[in-house]
């Protein structure tokens, strides 16, 4: 178990020195938990092994097969084993940059347990099954299954644990909630109304592309017809099935994901109403204000008073 709390210079890691020979010595070969606070990072292109990132206080871009994909504090990401992929922070403050990567094997392990009826496990002495393990890469919302053992995890990190037995158990815990996840999203692929279990997946693929674009380009002003475009899908389609797929309508999905953002920066900082309408996307505060109320309840008002209190209460 290899267990970072700062990322290795990218410097470090092309020169010829003691401490590139010592981390490739084991880097890939055990799994690894990076966790640090970083502003501006760059890493070049670099096949990994099977992986789940998040990121806390901003926004980390992971760059892969000509897209790019934008982590911050409403999503996670999972790239499968022996994918080559770049990475960037760019930001004014310290964003949190949280990975976990798995040794070779591990998932499979996971899964061959999974899998092993418990009436079998004594027969195979042990053993498990060797079915491959492939995720969808797509930006995951944070959710009740996956985040909770994420977050647990990250948490003894920054507390200074260092027990590499413990971490082996709760990335095993890890694992086999990510693959129930897994298990979620092919149901929802075969939910889709086509035929062929092929056309169903490209589908779900080309949707995820629409739905990553939303979560990396909510500042703007983008519209349904680039979403569609992201999608590689003509817009009536875009909009019929990404609303099947979830719940609501693109453009719904959109003003939620900045009411969230906005929601962040209300808790987090002093910036006016009118900065935190700019900075997520919203045309104007009342824009902000009447979508706040639509999704929370609440207003922009309510909601920083509130995040106030708490805060005042945690500190008494």
């Known amino acids: 178990m290899l267990l970072l709390r700062a990322l290795p210079r990218p410097k470090d890691l092309t020169r010829d020195c003691e401490f590139r020979r010592a981390f490739y010595a084991v880097w890939g070969k055990v799994s690894c938990i990076l966790d640090a606070a970083e502003t501006d990072v760059e890493y070049m292109p670099y096949m990994q092994r099977l992986s789940i990132k998040a990121c806390w206080g901003g926004q980390e871009r992971y760059f892969i097969d000509n897209r790019a994909l934008t982590v911050d504090d409403d999503s996670y990401l999972i790239f499968n084993d022996r994918r080559t992929y770049a990475s960037s922070i760019r930001s004014v403050q310290p964003v ?3 990975s976990i990567f798995f040794r070779p094997g591990f998932a499979e392990e996971v899964l061959g347990g ?8 004594l027969e195979r002495g042990g053993a498990t099954g060797t079915r491959s393990v492939e995720f969808s890469e797509h930006l995951r919302p944070q959710d009740r299954l996956v985040t909770p053992v994420l977050r647990y995890i990250a948490f003894h990190v920054q507390q200074g644990v260092d027990d590499e037995g413990w971490y082996e158990e709760q990335l095993s815990f890890l694992l086999e909630r990510m693959l129930s996840s897994h298990r979620l999203t092919m149901q929802a692929i075969r939910s889709l109304s086509a035929i062929r279990a092929s056309k169903r997946q490209e589908l779900y693929r080309r949707l995820s592309w629409g739905r990553d674009f939303i979560h990396g380009s909510y ?8 979403m569609a475009r992201a999608s590689c899908l003509s817009k009536y389609h875009f909009i019929r099935l990404f609303h099947a797929l979830e719940g609501v309508t693109p453009y719904r999905y959109l003003q939620q994901k900045r009411v969230a953002a906005a ?12 900065e935190i309408a700019e900075q997520v996307g919203f045309d104007h505060r009342s824009t902000m204000f009447r979508q706040m109320r639509r999704v929370t309840g609440r207003s922009a008002r309510q909601w920083r008073a509130q995040s106030l209190a708490l805060s005042a209460t945690s500190r008494a």
């Open 96 to 98: 949190r940059s949280f």
């Open 114 to 121: 999974m899998l092993t009826p418990e009436d079998r496990i």
């Open 219 to 226: 500042q703007q002003q983008i519209t349904i017809d680039d």
């Open 263 to 274: 929601q962040r920066l209300l808790s987090t900082t002093q910036l006016s109403h009118v």
